[in-house]
């Protein structure tokens, strides 16, 4: 494989994995107001929302480990190194901004 072809291979994982992270982010939502319709207390979402940033590294692992393996199995290896990359970076990100709040 070309330096080339595993640089945009390396871009798509991350793309992918952005586009991952704004899918699990509309299923949070979803399920934070499906729960407040069901309990209708006004802060139940703004909880399930809250908790689901916080712990944004922990939910992460249980779509990119199997994306990673499935990249794998397929021989895409700049995507999954993407992927990987993306992973690391939001893990950084969710960590610090962790860290700010907790002060």
């Not at 979803?30 to 399930?48: A, D, K, M, N, Q």
């Amino acid at each position: 494989m070309s330096p080339r072809n595993e640089i945009i291979g390396i871009v798509y994982g991350i793309l992918l994995l952005l586009g991952m992270h704004f899918l699990a982010g509309i299923i949070i939502f979803g399920v934070g107001l499906l729960v407040f319709e069901i309990t209708h207390s006004p802060y139940i979402y703004l909880t399930i929302w809250a908790g689901s940033a916080v712990g944004l590294f922990l939910l992460q692992l249980l779509y990119v480990i199997p994306l990673i393996l499935w990249l794998r199995r397929r021989q895409y290896l700049g995507m999954m190194k993407g992927v990987i990359i993306g992973a690391v970076i939001t893990a950084l990100l969710n960590g610090g901004c962790f860290l700010l709040l907790q002060r």
